[in-house]
Antibody, heavy 120, light 105 residues
Framework: QVQLQQWGAGLLKPSETLSLTCAVY????????WTWIRQAPGKGLEWIGEINDGGNVNYNPSLKSRVTLSIDTTKNQFSLNITSVTAADTAIYYC??????????????WGQGTSVTVSS | DIQMTQSPSSLSASVGDRVTITCRASQSVNYNLNWYQQKPGKAPQLLIYSASALQTGVPSRFSASGSGTDFTLTITSLQPEDFATYYC?????????FGQGTKVE
């Protein structure tokens, strides 16, 4: 049974960089895309981007200029960086495993979520 | 970007009711449509993928259909644990956008 465990700083000041990491336990790492999704307080889900072990990366164009996804296959971990954060980046951030079988991606396992608040 | 619109945004239902939620895409997403359930304070869980395939472990009272731009999630005989928010997501194109959610209360 795969488990995703995520961590990172929960309180940031405007203009700082958000950094989160997600570790994957108990499952293969190389056949999936690894995804970040966020949810602002009381709002819906926003897809941030995905990365696989081959270094293929897809970003949400609305965030692309500030977002970097990276992956460490030696540790079965992947990370999210968002630069120049503002209050609009306040959200719960989820990491997730995405299977792209048959060309129809779906996120079938999720981390527990990390609450990030941006405030001066 | 492909926009996903769910209706209704919320609905009131009782245990045993049949519930139907609709999701419409701004352009065709073929069968690249997933449904998730989210309970308060929890991460979303995958219910349905590829428009109509039931994720392993999901009760058979959940079903879904559709293709192209119009999709439906149905819960037959609503159970107490089904009170939650439901999201559709298209995975045909980048960004893999979600609908705004439907709260079943």
């Amino acid at each position: 049974q795969v488990q995703l465990q995520q961590w990172g700083a929960g309180l940031l000041k405007p203009s700082e960089t958000l950094s989160l990491t997600c570790a994957v336990y108990g499952g293969p790492f190389d056949i999936y895309f690894w995804t970040w999704i966020r949810q602002a307080p009381g709002k819906g889900l926003e897809w941030i981007g995905e990365i696989n072990d081959g270094g293929n990366v897809n970003y949400n164009p609305s965030l692309k200029s500030r977002v970097t996804l990276s992956i460490d296959t030696t540790k079965n971990q992947f990370s999210l960086n968002i630069t120049s954060v503002t209050a609009a980046d306040t959200a719960i951030y989820y990491c997730a495993r995405s299977y792209h079988g048959s060309g129809r991606p779906r996120s079938d396992s999720w981390g527990q979520g990390t609450s990030v608040t941006v405030s001066s | 970007d492909i926009q996903m619109t769910q209706s209704p945004s919320s609905l009131s239902a009782s245990v045993g009711d049949r519930v139907t939620i609709t999701c419409r895409a701004s352009q065709s997403v073929n069968y690249n449509l997933n449904w998730y359930q989210q309970k308060p304070g929890k991460a979303p869980q995958l219910l349905i993928y590829s428009a109509s395939a039931l994720q392993t472990g999901v009760p058979s009272r959940f079903s879904a259909s559709g293709s192209g731009t119009d999709f439906t999630l149905t819960i037959t005989s609503l159970q107490p644990e089904d009170f939650a928010t439901y999201y559709c997501q298209q995975t045909y194109d980048i960004p893999r956008a979600f609908g705004q959610g439907t709260k079943v209360e």
